[in-house]
């Protein structure tokens, strides 16, 4: 909470109970295996596209529960203002901001929209998902990511919405 939302009696940031979850997101699509054993470019778009598929695989388990649909809002406000400060930094300017956020979203939506389905189909179905929405180093084959991709899924969808909340996934 800012220094003036607490000089003005603003209540807590509803955000905050979402922090562990959303810094435990970054923090497994960070993991050595997804570029050294499944093929995903180390590259910013890589990277990219590691952050948003974890978040995609968790946003699918939240709303599967009804407790957990409004706080997948604040883990989504919680991407865009890391991906704002994270294009800021890399020098975007004010005017193109909003521009490029749009389309992170869109890319964000996108990628929840392929893995449900790839998720719900497997084999084929996930790999070709994969394939369409993942930065993926020259001549690697998909497999070691959708096995990757199916298993933290599963992790994910065993974890009480207690334990997803405070991120406590994927060990």
Known sequence: MSFISRLF???SDKRDAL???WHRV???AREKPWYAQCGV????????DAVTLVLAIVMLRMEREERLIAPSVYLTELFVDDMDGQLRQSGVGDLVVGKRMGKLMGVLGGRIAAMREGLAEGGDTLRDA???NVSMRDGTAPDALAERVSELAAQIDAASADDLLAGRIAR
């Open 9 to 11: 009696g603003k209540g």
């Open 19 to 21: 922090r562990p979850l």
């Open 26 to 28: 970054v923090e497994i």
């Open 41 to 48: 470019a180390d590259t910013v778009p890589g990277r990219f």
């Open 130 to 132: 994969l394939v369409r």
